[in-house]
């Protein structure tokens, strides 16, 4: 079970663009997390008429570690470190480690 999945609301803790929040859109391997409007670069995308892709310079996120990254927790506004653990019935679930609430259900 990994720490971050997609669709989680995650903060940026370091790098460029440190304090933006956003949504996982997706997991790349273990180590890589592309999160909306985070870490944008410029792409120069070739046309295609057969398709009807416009060319030019298109704005577009790039991935970034998982590591320059944390879980955003709503109580306490701050990004916070995620922990595992079982339930009475035997299901694994994450939880927030400043408050101990549980994040899945």
Known sequence: MKRIRKGDE???VTGK???KRGKVLRLEGDQRVLVESVNM???HMRGNPLQG????ILDREAFVHVSNVALFNPVTQKADK???RFLADGKKVRF???NGEIIDN
């Open 10 to 12: 995650v903060i940026v």
């Open 17 to 19: 663009d440190r304090g």
């Open 41 to 43: 670069v410029k792409r």
């Open 53 to 56: 892709k416009p060319g030019g």
């Open 82 to 84: 995620v922990g595992f």
């Open 96 to 98: 927030f480690k400043s």
